[in-house]
Each structure stands twice: as C-alpha cells, then as structure tokens.
C-alpha cells in the first residue's frame, strides 16, 4: 500500500512532504480513473501476497476478517482508496504540529547524513559518470518552519477531503496517550470490533504517555509554538 501510494504521488508530481500537488489529481476525473484502474489491478494481482500472506484469487479483495493499513499519504490520497472501498472505515490521527515538525526534523538530519555518506563514497567516479539519484529528495522538513508548513499543508488537505465523509473517526495523538482506555475503547467501537480487557490492558501498558505534548519539555521548542500559534491555532492546537 506504501507503494502504490507513491506511485499514486509520482503521478501528480508530489511527494510525501509536498502533498498539495495530488489536490489537482484527485480532482481529475480522466486521471482517477486510470489511476484506480491500475491499482486494482495491482490489488488484485500476485504481488498483493506481500501484503496478505496467502495466495489469493482476487487479491487482497478476497480477504477475509478486519484489515487495514496506516500510511500518512492515505490522507491526501482517500478519494482514490474511497473510489475503491466506498464503506472503508476511516481513522484521522491528529498530532501537535511542532513534535510532528521535530521529529521530521530529526528524521531529515539522519537521512542526511547518510545520504551524503553515499554521495561521498560515489563522488570519485562522477568524474566519468553521471548520478542517477539525488543526494536526498526534499529539503523541507529539514527545519522547523518547512516541518510545521508540511504539517499545516497536509492537515489541511486532510480535513477538507473528510468534510465530504461522514463515517470517520478522528483521534488526537495526544488523547490517545493521556487516557488511551478510553480512545482505545471508541476505536474498537467505531470498527465493531470486541476484544478482551486483557488485550486492552496491554495496549495500554505499552504506551508512552509521555510522548504527548514532548516539545513542551524543551524549552526552544516551546518558544516555536508561541511564535506559530495562529498555524497551530488554525488546526484546533
């Protein structure tokens, strides 16, 4: 599903971290309907056993049971799935924007540095060759404003896509942490899904409550949130 929805990107000329440009794919009747095409051919084929585990005649069509994926391209790319899967339940996960920019940024400085590890040890043979990749795709979530534009950027697409769906549940990151029982419990409910107390308390036990609100433990990253509050404010933050 990762990948299909990368191609679906490649498709509108956007990327992960610059998803705006799938608005005018998904709004393109002729484009749709040869992407959906593909992908449910794709879905159907052999290749969806990496996904399934079995072999199955129709693909992942002929699972059986409760499934799903998580990807955060799902957002900006839910009018293709929904085309598909018109009942699909739909789960909206909401986080802070500035910890989801400070982890960006952190992921970036780490895909950095080995990206320019790579370019490095490649450098001496560009003298008769040329690279065929970039040192890194996109700069943008390599600070804290371009993570928090992104942030906003996506939101944004996010909710207007679900103003037009009414079966969806929305969760924020930060209440599933500080009373994850209870989120827990309205997610299962949302999917009619039963499972034992047992199971539920060790979801619980394995979460990091902690991890909510993390950038107000540093106190520049506090200052960025005063200083973007009207971003932040924009999207019920």
């Known amino acids: 599903f990762i990948g299909l929805n990368e ?96 982890s960006l940024k952190t992921r970036n400085s780490n895909h950095w ?16 060759r040329s690279s065929r990749y970039p040192i890194m795709r996109g700069q ?22 679900l103003s037009t769906i ?5 969760v924020r990151y930060e209440e599933l942490l500080s009373s994850p029982r209870d989120q827990i419990s309205r997610i299962l409910e949302y999917l009619s899904i039963d499972i034992s107390e047992e199971k539920i308390s060790a979801i619980e036990a394995d979460i990091n409550h902690s991890r909510a609100f993390a950038f107000r433990q540093v106190p520049e990253l506090v200052e960025f949130a005063e200083n973007n509050s009207s971003v932040l404010e924009k999207h019920g933050y």
Do not use: C
């Open 140 to 161: 943008r979530s390599a600070t804290m404003e371009g993570g928090l534009s992104f942030w906003s950027e996506q939101v944004g697409m996010e909710m207007e896509i």
């Open 7 to 102: 191609w679906i990107y490649e498709n509108a000329g956007a990327s992960w971290e610059r998803p705006i440009a799938l608005a005018e794919l998904t709004k393109l009747t002729p484009a749709m309907e040869a992407i959906e095409a593909y992908v449910r051919k794709r879905l159907s084929s052999r290749s969806s056993r990496a996904y399934s585990g079995e072999s199955l005649k129709n693909g992942v069509f002929d699972m059986e049971g409760t499934w799903g994926w998580k990807d955060p391209r799902n957002g900006p790319s839910l009018p293709l799935w929904k085309s598909i899967w018109p009942d699909m339940k739909v789960i909206h996960v909401l986080r802070h924007g500035v910890d989801v920019a400070a």
């Open 113 to 128: 540095e080995g990206g320019v590890s790579r370019f490095k040890k490649w450098l001496p043979t560009y003298s008769w």
């Open 166 to 170: 009414d079966d969806k549940h929305t």
